[in-house]
């Protein structure tokens, strides 16, 4: 009989050999993830694969330079880490429908596709979990005061350098920054805890559909939290199509986006996704208050902060929601594997202070821009 099985070819090429001091630049990286578009983009794309492996050839090898670059070298390289993050965003946005061309979808259960996915996915965790101390977390004897002692630290913080620029003098210039790089998450919020909620009912899946049912506006389109993103992007004039202000988002942003995809998809990392959830939820106002107190001294409307508004009304208690009624729930049901919950929350942490690091050093970019203009125009 004869097998249906398509064989393509390995995604394991080799490395461009370059001089350590002469990294790839970031045309380099342009050209290959324009090739891997094209491939996105192709019908019966494992087929065409098999036949002509060449036409992946070029994006196949600035994918192991990269990997290379990014995660085995110490030159912390961001054009690689640019490069894989975008490259994998762009394989996971598959999972979510956009209501846009039906046929960008036609290689959403692509094998490549998905080989693609796990090497990089592969090396990417390993360097992400070696930033923590893994064996120190399955050695905590009190798991939930623990995550009670995190909480309390993290739900008021103390103003970070960052955080005082953007409440006391980021411009404009930096305020539409800010809500640019942030409207890629925003104005799909909570797309992947709804991945969550499929399975045996319980209170904890209760509460987690709770949470979605609030983001989501409880079914009305006017009241979903992204909504709100969108009514923040029109007052400002700016343009409200998702994605519309992709290239100017940092790769540890889109890491974040990466990290709760993968968290979500994989049921073993389900714990891991509650801890960084119940970071991600009792940390946003802290943050929030800075950027509408940003606004507030621009003289925006209240409907160009509104989205900060109804974050920072609402999610202290879905940080509430998450320690009392999911996280420690889940310790006493999982207690050998409840310390992935400390390691989830402190990896989200992690990974959101370099992000938070990164859109703060964008807008400051934004404004030095704007103020160069107007000394030309002086």
């Known amino acids: 009989m004869q097998s249906n099985v398509v064989t393509f070819p390995s995604t394991q090429a080799e490395a461009k050999s370059t001089p350590t001091n002469q990294l790839p630049t970031t045309d380099y990286y342009d050209r290959a993830e324009q090739q891997f578009i094209q491939l996105l983009e192709t019908e019966d794309l494992d087929k065409k694969l098999a036949a002509k492996p060449s036409i992946a050839s ?24 640019r490069f894989l993050q975008r490259v994998l965003y762009r394989i996971n946005r598959l999972k979510l429908f956009w209501y846009d061309d039906l046929r960008r979808y036609t290689n ?19 360097w992400e979990a ?6 120190a977390y399955q050695g905590i004897e009190d798991i939930s005061q623990a995550l009670r002692d995190r909480c309390a630290a993290d739900v008021d913080p103390p103003p970070s350098a960052d955080g005082l620029f953007y409440r006391d003098e980021v411009g404009e210039a930096g305020y539409r920054r800010l809500v640019a790089i942030g409207s890629l998450d925003g104005l799909v919020e909570a797309s992947q805890l709804s991945r969550t909620l499929g399975g045996v009912p319980n209170e904890i899946q209760a509460v987690l559909t709770r949470l979605l049912l609030e983001e989501y506006g409880g079914g009305r389109l006017g009241r979903k939290h992204s909504s709100h993103f969108t009514t923040m992007l029109e007052d400002l004039g700016m343009q409200t199509e998702p994605e519309a202000y992709f290239d100017l988002v940092p790769w540890e942003l889109l890491a974040i986006i990466n990290h709760s ?10 714990l891991r996704y509650i801890g960084g959830l119940l970071y991600g939820e009792l940390s946003v106002p802290s943050g929030f208050r800075n950027y509408q107190a940003a606004g507030e001294r621009l003289g925006l409307s209240a409907s160009a902060m509104s989205y900060w508004t109804l974050h920072i009304k609402v999610d202290e208690l879905h940080g509430r929601w998450m320690l009392d009624d999911a996280a420690l729930p889940l310790v006493a049901q999982y207690p050998d594997d409840a310390w992935e919950l400390v390691f989830g929350y402190d990896q989200q942490r992690l990974m959101s202070d370099r992000a938070s690091a990164a859109v703060a050093r964008s807008v400051r970019e934004a404004e030095q821009t704007a103020l160069t203009k107007e000394a030309r125009i002086d």
Do not use: P
Not at 116 to 123: F, K, L, P, S, T
Not at 130 to 135: E, H, S, T
Not at 261 to 270: A, D, N
């Open 58 to 81: 070029d994006f196949e090898e600035a994918l192991a330079t990269a990997i290379e670059v990014a995660y085995t070298g110490a030159s912390g390289d961001d054009c690689a880490h």
């Open 108 to 126: 959403e259960r692509s094998l490549y596709l998905r080989t693609v996915r796990d090497q990089i996915e592969e090396a990417w965790q390993e």
């Open 130 to 135: 070696a930033q923590l101390d893994v064996a």
């Open 261 to 270: 995809f993968l968290l979500t998809e994989c049921k073993r990392y389900f």
